[in-house]
């Protein structure tokens, strides 16, 4: 007599299913764990950087841009080569830390406006209820989003060469339209970001915190750009 098997074998693709479902969730719940982490030095080393007057290549806004990408993708690299370990985070973290200082030279314009207390608080609010909605809605759907992530890449090319573009040209108009593609751009990114954890596309939860961590960076510098340009408010 032969074993009956339809049950296990009608079980086991659910029960993979359930393993996957799980892990997905345990690197959703890592990545969101370590995100806020990464606020801390963001906002030590803002705040250190408006203490101390912070300033990069403030003369030479070409090569500050450049410095500062330089910089950047060197911290993106070494951060992806050690995602796998401790000096993965530890990365990240000092990574998060040098973008707070970069931030700083923004505050400090901010709070030279009479209102610049109220435009950050606002700036920081808008970003939390973009991040909020939106990887709701990525985490939810059984929608896949990946099928964006080539649009988003051009979009966000598109963004630095018309921001390294308007470093010659300083057209106000021009940083609008930047500042308003880029909260676009990149609130679009969390859903892909987002998804793409949900849905297993990225298993490793230092990667998906840096991703996810740049979404939100880059919406609240454009945001607060946008509300210092429109609502900005002097003595």
Do not use: C
């Amino acid at each position: 007599m032969q074993p009956n098997n339809d049950q296990t074998w009608g079980q086991t693709p659910t029960i993979v299913t359930a393993e996957l479902a799980q892990q997905h969730n345990r690197v959703l719940r890592n990545t969101y764990f370590l995100l806020g982490l990464t606020m801390i030095p963001t906002v030590l080393g803002a705040l250190a950087g408006v203490q101390l007057g912070f300033s990069f290549l403030a003369g030479s806004p070409v090569m500050g841009f450049l410095l500062f990408l330089g910089i950047a993708f060197g911290f993106m690299w070494g951060i992806e080569k050690t995602k796998n370990s401790g000096m993965g985070v530890a990365l990240l973290l000092g990574f998060t830390f040098f973008m707070g200082l970069m931030l700083s030279g923004m505050l400090r314009v901010a709070l030279g406006f009479s209102n610049g207390g109220t435009l950050i608080a606002l700036a920081a609010g808008g970003t939390g209820a973009i991040f909020v909605t939106l990887a709701g809605v990525a985490s939810s759907t059984k929608r896949d989003f990946s099928g964006i992530g080539k649009f988003l890449f051009a979009g966000m090319i598109l963004i630095l060469v018309a921001m390294f573009a308007n470093i010659f040209f300083q057209i106000p108009l021009l940083s609008l339209v930047i500042s308003a593609v880029a909260v676009v751009v990149f609130s679009a990114y969390i859903l892909y970001d987002i998804n793409n954890i949900v849905h297993g596309g990225e298993t490793n939860y230092i990667s998906a915190t840096l991703k996810v961590y740049l979404d939100i960076y880059n919406i609240f510098v454009h945001l607060l750009s946008l509300l210092m340009a429109l609502a900005g408010q002097r003595d």
